[in-house]
């Protein structure tokens, strides 16, 4: 039978077999595996059909814990249920993995293979997570390829209901789960033949029914407890058996043969790699190349894990096996080994024991490679063969790094290869704004899909989220690739980036003869010169071919603006020829009415247009015969960064960490603060410019910018004796500084991203000129040298005097150093300005817990990290332990801080004699309310520890190192509306109702971004989110007023945009409130669908629609006998459409189904009517009496 | 009495026509407006523009921030198709209110490309509309720009459309031509089978508190008819084509002097909004009563009565400054 052929990720592979063979699906976002749920969610949405010709339920959890849950009940319920997960999500699901399998039913979790976040966490793929679960007594099935992906979702459901063993099918994170690759797409009649209706039958006939009632999940005793635990043995005796027979089935349908171990490799291998997962394609590639050329080697693949059939596997291995390298993708410190080397060493031994080996006992070995997806290639299998080889070799090794600390790591050669030749292997640099990787992804599906070629892509992020770089690996051949890894021999390499020539070594991987495009802003006469030196040279020497198009020219001249996808496109396939010319432009503008199409027919013009553009502009260079460039590629850091920052962040920042040896790195995960400023990244096109003369030195602007690059600063003008002859200053308008200060308003505009918050906040017009305001966009290459040494000379200006300053006014606040800067966040983040303005008012004190998501990624990815440090060294230290625990990580900061502090009062009390009573008692009963107040207490706590140096006793060395929590900190857990709302919230409500003073940041962005905008319990009626992708029907959760019914929990709800004062009278109260804090702040989002630029506005508007009413629940004003509730923002006074209209999450519902849209706005605007009301009603309180 | 007028070949039981406005979304609305007595009803404006920009938006904010981080590479659900990103939902409007009312219905287009003329004008004929009025303005803000580049685009988008469809096809304009009437003369030439005057346009205020230039519509009163009435009267008689009178029609005697002055149609709008659908049912009585009262028998009878070339003084609409009462001396 003829299958179609798709080019298709691992996640849609798995999620297109799953949705089919399932009736109820209960997920929860997680990376690398979210796709699967939004995946099986559209497949509903769109009304797709499973093999019983029902539309599955597909419902979104507030975590994994309960999405197992769910899955549980559904699965007790009768229905076939799955769910997508992976790493901790994975871990979250253990409990009820463990019921799931006692209790002999069956099912399959798919599941992405991720790291488990141990020194750090990582989103990228490892077995660590389902070695976590295999003692749960669920069936471990691996799948290496795409195509096992899919093939394998569908024979492990059949297994599972014929064993009653439930299974989980995992592959390898990204590796896997994002690669895209062509395979041959099963049919529902593949799947109806596969999976047996009477074996359904079966399964719903255990379900709990009322008709014919049981009990499952007793409580049982020491006396039956293990019997009962017994009874499942010979379902696992026989599922081997089963699983083989489901794969056989499987062969005789679509001809393709698994076994539960696989061998690859000549008949007489003497050395043999056992692996699973996405390495051992890799391992297959090298076996055959190796073999190919006479090395007696061999892989295994272990398909079926758990339950491990030990004669299934010996039976797998050539009889002339002598040596063994067990290869595991996870790592079990203090374990004799990983798990499937002791399993593999077991097997042998039991093997040997029992009398059925038929060889001698072979050498075996075990090492780790590939944790979170650390590229693993035919180098690094052939460096375990060469090892086998030895007569000794090396046990418990690390391959594919460089351990120099415990010598665990094998040596290979980094130049070998097993590619053949006839692979056209293309690598291409680009932003993620400029569409690169959906335009490869389209090329792929082009060559996949309507050649005979068989085609891969894989594509490499980065950890910004603006300004970030991509690469793609595209691979197209006359073979199934099994190339598992990076591509390190490029035949085609392009740049989408000019500035990317002078950062990173584009052309490192180009091979002799390759093609090499660049797009540059440059004509074709004068585009050589401009070229850095290694560039030229690398082109000379490794005698490429040349050829460059200015697509930014193109792009603005066919009305593309910043996207120059389609027209890079165009240039590959015209000089790939990987199809004639006119036959690849016809299909470049079929995919482009496919992808296009349904956003009309305007786009897919504009996209014609580029193609057709595109030739003309497309020139080859002739190549001179010499480099005479003097331009050099820039160093990562400065040479005045710090050692660390140097020898390792600088290599990160390059996308040289690989190379990073384990000595470098950090023994326990500890890192130190402020390196986002060695890192300038130059991503904005345009940045502010300040004018002195109209500014009115307000400090809105500093107040709004997302990455703290535009700052102000009062000074003494003696100061500027040594300026720069460009330094901008101003005499300070206003009194509240000495006599003749000077006032500077700085922009760093090698961190700025360009996002114009600032400048839409700015109220200042020119009279002359109103669209003219005091801070204007300019383009930043013009101004970088210049404002690179005003940024310096600024930054040396002395920070003012803490105590001094006003802080409680906006103004006076952004004179507070910031100690979040340059993060990684989008241009525009509506985030940031809250998390900024946190570290400006607390950060020299303050203690911070991150619930994982955006503001952990943002706030801790590296290779950089923006939270920093005051002059005095002093600024926040921050971690991140979970998603679902940060209320309670930071709860857990307070019970130490109060206890050292009571600890240290009391031994102080002690030593009151020596250290004496005055000192003593201003120190126990000091009142650290404001910035002067802690500026005593810290100089008395100086004073103290002076004089506890000089006193000997063992309470003095005691008291010496807790004396620091005798002065204040600030508490603060802070995440995302994922975290506060739902996975996160049952620990936050206990956080809250334990009286103790944490203050919580709510950065509600009304989706779970870091994700990419799956619905939350904060998404609000009518808006579009995955898993509400018609609109969200139900209300947006009031965390707020769940929170103050308390009573003694201080309450805040704040939109910057709306009222700055607000929101920093907010941040203020919350803190010195002494209990605990929920602050829950408007943030606006890339995943909202408007211009940033706008985030502000749309923050007003929220506000002035009465759909984000402003408030303060004071309990301290309870003591007063006032009315705690404080309402900060007026009666609705524009309807609800005004704001939310401007929105794409809003709007998009009306160009989806114009009649749900006009329900929603209905309701929502009912909603905002009786919530208004409420919220007025209880404001209006009388609390007198 | 003969209430009944021509208009784009249509035939009208009265000359009573609402103009475009977003009363026409809603087909409850028509019903009533055609209740109260509306002879035929122009629809609100299809703007190519609009359409335009809102595909290009869809895909700018759908596609922002995708395939950048790994975490998410993208943001929103793509659903299987959109709507009306190709004006389906006008369209089906024109179909909707086809099946719900009688009298004629006439789609309005404002389109910015010859492509989009084309393409607009043959799906709104094909999906029923009596008649198309096309709705071209042009603020011809380059000082390069002359009247006769401005002049020969507004035929050549008349030609276009009228080349690719077979319905009537009127053109509503503005005022703004240095010779209108020789203006009026060449779109007639061109083929327009009726001329719509004028053009209300929205126009620019300045916000004294935020120094910023804002756009709001604000209710015709009958004074602001009497700039399309003189030229209706001056172009009685002097074109083919059917003539219709907008801006200012608030009671039945603006009809009455919309007819004298030569329209076959008497448009509007804001009377509408203001006093609701059935302040026609008061026009069209108003009107029949004041034929009454000065004894018409028929609209035909009255119309261009009172236009340039019937009156005994056309110099009357010539004059633009106020001078002495000038008595003919011949």
Known sequence: MQRKMVTIDGNEAAAYVAHKINEVIAIYPITPSSNMGEWADEYSAKGQKNIWGTIPSVTEMQSEGGASGAVHGALQAGALTTTFTASQGLLLMIPNMYKIAGELTSTVFHVSARSVAAQALSIF??????????????GLLASNSIQEVMDFALFSQAASLETRVPFVHFFDGFRSSHEVMKIEQLTMDDMRAMIDDNLVREHRA??????????????????????????????????????????????????????????????????????????????????????????????IKVRLYRPFSIKDFIKAFPKTTKAIGVLDRTKEPGSIGEPLYQDVLAAFSEAQVEGFLPMAMPKIIGGRYGLSSKEFTPAMIKAVFDELKKDKPKNHFTVGINDDVSHTSLEYDHSFSAESDDVVRGMFYGLGADGTVGANKNSIKIIGEETDNYAQGYFVYDSKKSGSMTISHLRFGPRPIHSTYLINKASFVACHQFVFLEKYDILEKAVDGATFLLNAPYSKEEVWDKLPLHIQEQIINKKLKFYVIDAYHVAKETGMGQRINTIMQTCF????????????????KNAIQKTYGKKGEQVVKMNFEAVDQTLANLHEIKVPAKATSTIKMQPAVPDEAPEFVKQVTAMIIAGKGDDIPVSKMPDDGTYPTATTKWEKRNVAMEVPVWDTELCIQCNKCANVCPHACIRPKVYDSKLLENAPSTFKSAKYRGKDFPEGSMYTLQVSVEDCTGCELCVEVCPVKDKQEPSKKAINMAPQIPLRETERKNWEFFMNIPDYDRAQLKIDSVKGSQFLRPLFE???????????????????????????????????????????TPWAKDSNGRGPAWSNSLFEDNAEFGLGFRLTIDKHNEQAKEILAGLKKEVGEELTDEIINAVQKDEADIAEQRARVEQLKEKLKSIKKPEAVNLLSLADYLVKKSVWSMGGDGWAYDIGYGGLDH???SGKNVNILVLDTEVYSNTGGQMSKA???????????????????????????????????????????????????????????????????????????????????????????????????????????????????????????????????????????????????EQVNL????????????YSE | MNLSTNYLGLKLKNPLVPSASPLSANVDKVKELEAYGAAAVVMYSLFEEQIQHESEELDTFLTAGTESFAEALSYFPLPEEFHNLEAEEYLKQISRLKEAVDIPVIASLNGVSTGGWMKYATNIQQAGADALELNIYYIPTDPEMTAEKVEQMYLDDLKTVKQNISIPVAIKLNPFFTAFANMA??????????????NRFYQPDIDLNELEVVHDLEFSDSYEMRLPLRWMAILYGKVKASLALTTGIHTGEDVVKAVMAGADAAMMTSVLLMKGPRKLERMLEDLKSWMEVHEYESVQQMKGSMSYKAIAEPAAYERANYMKTLQSIK
């Not at chain 1, 793929?125 to 669920?138: K, N």
């Not at chain 1, 396939?573 to 006119?582: D, H, N, R, T």
């Not at chain 1, 919530?1171 to 009388?1182: S, T």
């Open chain 1, 991 to 993: 956080v809250i109702a």
């Open chain 2, 185 to 198: 003369k060449k779109l007639d030439n061109a083929g327009a089978d009726g001329l719509v005057l004028f």
């Open chain 1, 573 to 588: 396939f015209a000089i790939s020829g990987v199809l004639p010319k006119e036959e690849a432009i016809a299909k470049i």
């Open chain 1, 1019 to 1165: 998404t609000p009626t009518g808006a579009v989110a995955k898993f509400a992708a018609g609109g969200k029907p139900t209300p947006k959760k009031d965390l707020g007023m769940l929170a103050l019914s308390y009573g003694n929990v201080y309450v805040a709800r704040v939109a910057m945009g709306a009222s700055d004062t607000q929101t920093l009278k907010a941040f203020i109260e919350a803190e010195r409130y002494d209990g605990p804090s929920l602050i829950i702040a408007y943030s606006h989002c890339i995943a909202h669908g408007y211009n940033l630029k706008y985030g502000m506005t749309q923050q007003k508007l929220a506000v002035d629609s009465g759909y984000w009413p402003l408030f303060r629940y004071n309990p301290d004003l309870l003591k007063e006998g006032k009315n705690p509730l404080v309402l900060d923002s007026k009666a609705p006074k524009i309807p609800l459409k005004d704001y939310i209209y401007n929105e794409t999450r809003y709007k998009m519902v009306i160009k989806m189904n114009p009649e749900a849209a006009d329900k929603f706005l209905n309701y929502a605007q």
């Open chain 1, 822 to 864: 340059f993060s990684g966040a989008c241009a525009g983040c509506g985030e940031t300005p809250y998390v900024r303005l946190a570290s400006q008012l607390f950060g020299d004190r303050m203690i911070i817990a991150n619930a994982t998501g955006c503001s952990s990624i943002y706030g801790g990815n590296l290779p950089t």
């Open chain 1, 125 to 138: 793929g490892d077995h660590s997570d389902v070695m976590a679960v295999r003692q749960t007594g669920f």
């Open chain 1, 1171 to 1182: 919530n208004w009301k409420r919220y007025e009603n209880l404001a209006k309180m009388d």
């Open chain 1, 206 to 299: 255990r379900a709990l029914n009322p008709e014919k009632p049981v009990l499952r999940g007793t409580a049982q005793n020491p006396d039956v407890f293990f019997q009962g635990r017994e009874t499942v043995n010979l379902y696992y005796e026989k599922t081997p058996a089963i699983m083989q027979k489901a794969m056989d089935k499987f062969a005789g349908i679509t001809g393709r043969q698994y076994k539960l171990f696989d061998y690859v490799g000549p008949k007489d291998a003497e050395r043999i790699i056992v692996i699973m997962g996405s390495g051992a394609e890799a391992a297959q590639e090298a076996v055959e190349y190796l073999a190919a050329k006479g090395e007696k080697v061999g892989v």
